[in-house]
């Protein structure tokens, strides 16, 4: 059972453009919502993170925004960049219970010149 | 200074031998966890332990075996290795069970088993 359902799974963005990923989930027990960010031989690294008492959280060029009632959420990537080119994962966490990460299936994302 | 290192980075074996991969962090944290991304690069957690002590057990087959020998090592140990063990395995540690927002994952160890 996929508990979080990531989409796309492949974006091709130019630079200078916003790249869009989403994500929904069903276990209305999840609290935090982080998204990972990975590099081809690397593990994945925290980018930024939501929990569900607030609608939105900007880091920079990266924004999550949080649909608490259509149980979405999803990543905005701003003037994208060459660089930002890696595999995205959103995730989910109950975290009251013996914390487990759920992870979607991932969104590869390359940002062309 | 490496946070979470693993080792092997690659291991290549044959079906049916054991093996071993190890982890550790000297990040002073209380939790650790293997993770397994398959060839879809499908991310799902595989133990945790907090303190030595096993908090998480998801349905892994009996093959895989962890050993914490203190809070800052995990090793994964996998018996009679298969074909669809195959996968790239992540070792994670943050502070406390439930502080995910402070998981940090190793560089992973991409094992191919022929």
């Known amino acids: 059972q996929q508990q979080v359902k990531q989409s796309p799974q492949s974006l091709i963005v130019q630079k200078g453009g916003i790249s869009i990923i989403n994500c929904a989930y069903e276990?209305?027990?999840?609290?935090?919502f982080p998204w990972y960010q990975q590099f081809p031989g690397k593990g994945p690294a925290l980018l930024i993170a939501i929990r569900p008492d607030v609608s939105e959280k900007k880091e920079g060029r990266f924004t999550i925004s949080f649909n608490k009632s259509a149980k979405q959420f999803s990543l905005h990537i701003m003037d994208s960049q060459p660089g930002d080119s890696a595999t995205y994962f959103c995730a989910a966490d109950d975290t009251g219970t013996a914390s487990k990460l759920t992870f979607g299936t991932g969104t590869r994302l390359q940002v062309t010149l | 200074d490496t946070a979470v290192s693993q080792t092997p980075k690659y291991l290549v074996t044959q079906m049916g031998n054991d093996k071993s991969i190890k982890c550790e962090q000297n990040?002073?944290?209380?939790?650790m966890y293997w993770y397994k991304q398959d060839s879809k690069k499908f991310l799902k957690i595989m133990f945790s332990y907090n303190n030595k002590e096993l908090i998480i057990n998801e349905t892994v087959p009996n093959r895989f075996s962890p050993k914490s020998p203190d809070k800052a090592h995990l090793n994964l140990h996998i018996n009679s290795l298969e074909l669809g063990d195959s996968a790239v395995y992540f070792c994670?540690?943050?502070?406390?069970?439930?502080?995910?927002?402070?998981?940090?994952f190793g560089s992973g160890t991409q094992l191919s088993v022929l």
């Open positions: 276990n209305t027990a999840f609290d935090y």
């Open positions: 990040l002073g944290h209380d939790t």
């Open positions: 994670a540690s943050s502070l406390k069970p439930g502080e995910n927002e402070k998981l940090f």
